[in-house]
């Protein structure tokens, strides 16, 4: 295939981020053009990176014949409107999680690129980290044997603002959907039903915005298997992102990166660096890789590895452990 | 005080190793004598130790005015029975846990050693590890700032026979008892309910014997901390026990020790040992160190820091697990 | 300043890596000309990275009034000459190590690049590895008190061809003058004398042409400390850069970086991942820090980190152990 | 064989240890008596470990019929007369090293050893600590292929006091001694030649009663591998012993063992122990199991792992490293 070429729609942190991978790091790939409802960040964006065109509305962007992919990085709500719309434009489409929070819409979208025959691509980068990618392989591979049990660690070093945190969906929507996705993703099969617990312990204001900040859910898989995650939204060494699969054979195991490898031998102790401090430090090969999977999907029209129902099932999963949370017993998890 | 005068009752793997260490690693100690219902066994360690009485029957040695202490390895069934008998003869007590299978049994135990007014000090040996004590210290020292999170693993090398397992008691009070007292210790706080999920995965004789061999079980902390334990009866790799207290201002860890710190580089990969075999190399410390405390408590009339009230309450929560693994929600722990 | 518009003097493959970097990753630089001997090489990079002229001889770059500055990135033994027809007109220069093999050739250079009072950065970059930097940091702010010893670690995972090897300097002067750099630099302390063993244990083939593959040596440092350096063409597990300082309060130690942070747990071993397999895996971030450091001296008129002498006197320890192998001895370093 | 009768001669710290070990934890033995100079602290270590015999002449024990083997752990200085008139009378000899300082004597001693046929073990303990005999046997399996480079790295954690300085040979000879006999030991192989640098930088007294407290020795094997050794009498995070052994198929490293397997993450930084302290800390194993061999070559009529050539050559490579620190070259090692 030809050169793709890409129109970033949306260029806050995440945008910026993606629009610089696909412009230098990723050969066969043209980005064509930006939209954001901030037209100054789009100007500013567009110049400093040199894409052609900035434009305020991502529309513009979807009547473009010359653009053959979005990838959306504009605000949640707006996530399933601009697939649907862009899947009837025939674009391929790459757009961050969550698709949506409303189930429906999440439907309506996938069913809109069912019928246009694009390529979707979520972006749950972390299927797309060498270490988480490595521990499936593994197991994948029968290097622990039958998986057991799954135990996911998953720390931010700072709660978001309140403000974020009241149109959220809540800390199983925003936060553990990563988890939940990991979780089906490592055992390459899916949970069946989940108990979740959790409270409020790191800031009440939190809690008076209707969310908790600390959680552990349990999970059940299809095969029997057994897995936990543990969610705080507030670490203070930083961003701590681990995983344990343990299997009848033996078991794998991922621990944070560093900065550097330097050891100091005191008289008190022996000191190391803590871990890379937040997402795009620990996360930085994977949302390249990510990106370069789903150019790739398109030259070689293949099928992403990430697809409409995984955006969905994680959500489900996320809507199940609100419900639990509440009931106090373990929830079904629709699909 | 005078030289600590011990009968040993009970002469299999972890009575001999109390005799051997009270014999050879603690000063101030005498191992009077030893009673085993199987007579062949005790002679053998009285000639190999060197003690002087060797007795088929216990209460021999509890008539005995020249002991002044007995250590309780004998099978689950007797421990409340000697207990009650040893207290009344005025003798300090130091029981494997646990003391009883049956809470009224206990109860009854306690009650005898507090009229007494001896010592008793229940067999978590765990509690004495280098490794999990440090990291009780820290918490304790405020190291990690307020406890939210408490994570522990316990995953034994390989299953007991299923004639052991059907007498047991279950998972829950025979393996997962150790990581009930490991779970009040570490934050030296109660746990509220908890709730066990659980299955076969291992081996299908260890169901039909009416018990499981993986299980994950919820822990609510009275301050609102939460925990989980995670237990399998077979670990391919060997004995894993490690811990993790995650907190507002940092978290601790324990890993495996492991039999030497030899790394080999190879065109492969990066190697190093697995950990120690099985709970007699991991806590020999451990078990030296707490029949030092023993004998200490004795020796300045201190309280032991496992009394008979840690050993009711690790039994009254492997009730609660059973209780809620057949359940499906959480159980509230009985006092 | 305004953008700094460079040109790429010798585009194999560490011309190319710097040439992309400049491209994509450093803002404020321009990368307008390459050139090379190789017409076909240039005019392929040139449309690749969009770099607007492409020539065949470096002296049209020279001659170019918008070039500010080069990167010598050709073969060892036209650096000397380039640097001095650069520097005679007026460009800054980046020159890969070393300078020349011949000394008198490198003062003739160093002398230009003063008369034209022209920045020149040599490209030691190990000294911009995030780990090596921090730990010469923690040196100097203290951490370890006064260092008594420096061990260095250096082994390729594969000798280069015996062509190359024929042509190299030999060991020293090709591939231990960056240890000796990193000696200096680690302390920012001269190295007086030195003392050279080593033989040709991996292929007698390098023995036949005339140099050795495995190298130890012994350095003493102006105020009294001690180094050691070792050296291997051929490590089995991949690259393998370390290094240790010693000192009257601590030790700081540098160990490999990994590709991915896995670690399997087996019923043979625990394995973890081999070290990153060469210098463009495992300096990644250094040429790209070092590249940044040099635009920055320019648009900042700072004087480069790594400068002509620093070029210089590598070269001359790597003659000096060239001597010390041959005689047996210490040999002192020229200045 | 019968129960193995010993008697210890020199009853300081080592000698406490030996008789310990002996007395409560090798079977098959009998501590039958102790001597030393010091009448006070023999009666007390007798007393305190139950032993029947406790003798101020260590003749009496070489003249008592019924003791096996003596272990001699008295002033270097008398080691070599004791070793002669114990293998007259017919004793088995464990004996500290070095044997002597000066070499005839050793050459008599291991003379009148030789025409008795008793056995000698000489007391280089590391050979014995698990991680360096895994390392020696992942060696001689051929693990890493042919050995190329070997590191030891020996540190103190505090230095002796001067008067010991004074008496003990100097660095090479008391301290080094050790690392001289595991250079052999992991590779089975002799040294040929070496080479010594080394200062004064710790403690200016150190220097005025004649010693240096910091060396670097370069080694040569027979087969053509290079070792270096690095000492220092101060460490101030304790005790540091570690090796590698890098050969064509890979490398073995053997760490340091610490106290926990405790870490703590902070938001400065990640903490875990430093190494033990000292000697007895590390290598308390090794000091039961060199002994462990020692009895079971007396009852199994095997030779020793560890010899008189062993105790001789190790102090020929101590005046080695002396004549080359003067004359600042390489040293044959005479044999």
């Given amino acids: 295939m030809e050169k793709v070429n890409v129109g970033v729609i949306g260029v806050g942190r995440i945008g910026r981020l993606h629009a610089r991978n696909l412009k230098y790091q990723i050969p066969g790939t043209k980005v064509l053009a930006v939209a954001d409802i901030f037209e100054k960040s789009t100007k500013e964006v567009a110049s400093q990176l040199e894409i052609p065109i900035a434009e305020k509305d991502y529309q513009v962007l979807l009547e473009n014949k010359n653009i053959d992919a979005v990838v959306i990085c504009s605000s949640t709500d707006t996530h399933a409107q601009i697939i649907s719309e862009a899947a009837q434009a025939g674009k391929h489409i790459f757009c961050e999680k969550p698709i949506a929070?409303?189930?429906?819409?999440?439907?309506?979208?996938?069913?809109?690129?069912?019928?246009?025959?694009?390529?979707?691509?979520?972006?749950?980068?972390?299927?797309?980290?060498?270490?988480?990618?490595?521990?499936?392989?593994?197991?994948?591979?029968?290097?622990?044997?039958?998986?057991?049990?799954?135990?996911?660690?998953?720390?931010?070093?700072?709660?978001?603002?309140?403000?974020?945190?009241?149109?959220?969906?809540?800390?199983?929507?925003?936060?553990?959907?990563?988890?939940?996705?990991?979780?089906?993703?490592?055992?390459?099969?899916?949970?069946?039903?989940?108990?979740?617990?959790?409270?409020?312990?790191?800031?009440?204001?939190?809690?008076?915005?209707?969310?908790?900040?600390?959680?552990?859910?349990?999970?059940?898989?299809?095969?029997?298997?057994?897995?936990?995650?543990?969610?705080?939204?507030?670490?203070?060494?930083?961003?701590?992102?681990?995983?344990?699969?343990?299997?009848?054979?033996?078991?794998?195991?991922?621990?944070?990166?560093?900065?550097?490898?330097?050891?100091?031998?005191?008289?008190?102790?022996?000191?190391?660096d803590k871990p890379l401090y937040f997402f795009t430090e620990r996360y930085q090969e994977a949302y390249l890789a990510e990106m370069k999977e789903f150019i790739k999907c398109i030259q070689e029209n293949a099928k992403p590895l990430v697809g409409g129902f995984d955006g969905k099932i994680s959500v489900q999963m996320g809507y199940a452990a609100k419900e639990s949370l509440i009931k106090g017993s373990f929830v079904k998890i629709t699909k």
Same sequence: chains 1, 2, 3, 4.
């Fill in 101 to 272: 929070l409303d189930v429906e819409k999440i439907d309506q979208a996938i069913d809109a690129v069912k019928k246009a025959g694009v390529k979707l691509q979520v972006g749950f980068n972390r299927r797309f980290d060498p270490s988480f990618k490595k521990a499936k392989d593994m197991v994948a591979k029968g290097t622990i044997g039958t998986p057991h049990l799954v135990r996911i660690t998953s720390r931010d070093p700072e709660p978001p603002p309140i403000s974020y945190i009241k149109v959220s969906g809540g800390i199983f929507l925003d936060m553990m959907i990563h988890d939940f996705d990991m979780a089906r993703y490592l055992l390459d099969q899916e949970v069946v039903e989940l108990m979740a617990v959790g409270s409020c312990l790191i800031d009440q204001a939190i809690g008076k915005a209707g969310d908790i900040d600390t959680a552990i859910v349990t999970l059940k898989y299809e095969n029997g298997a057994w897995g936990t995650i543990d969610n705080s939204r507030k670490s203070a060494y930083g961003y701590d992102q681990r995983i344990e699969i343990f299997g009848s054979e033996g078991c794998v195991i991922v621990g944070n990166p560093t900065p550097t490898e330097v050891t100091i031998n005191s008289a008190e102790d022996t000191k190391t």
